[in-house]
Nanobody
């Protein structure tokens, strides 16, 4: 059974940091590109960041570039999203996603709230 379990969300103040994790099981993690997608209240999904299967290439939305860092540990079957200098507009449910060609799987989401 394919499972992606996202964790690490919390309520923080502006300027603080969080690290999200996405633990994967049920498929060969190192064969999949990984992404983070977020959805803010009342808005559509927004792609945030992606990393290729061996971690050599990373991509970011302009809204998070320079503040967020995506990484992965293929030995631990886990992807990460380090989020620094958080802003209220980063408030959203964050989902991890695994892609292999047309094969796509989603995690359950973890809530990040940035508020003073």
């Amino acid at each position: 059974e394919v499972q992606l379990v996202a964790s690490g969300g919390a309520m923080v103040h502006p300027g603080e940091s969080l690290r999200l994790s996405c633990a994967v099981s049920g498929f060969t993690f190192s064969s999949y590109d990984m992404s983070w997608v977020r959805q803010a209240p009342g808005k559509g999904p927004e792609w945030v960041s992606a990393i290729n299967r061996d971690g050599t290439s990373t991509f970011y939305a302009d809204s998070v570039k320079g503040r967020f860092t995506i990484s992965r540990d293929n030995a631990k079957n886990t992807a990460y999203l380090q989020m620094n200098s958080l802003k209220p507009e980063d408030t959203a449910v964050y989902y991890c996603r695994a892609d292999y060609g047309f094969d796509r799987s989603w995690g359950q989401g973890t809530q990040v709230t940035v508020s003073s």
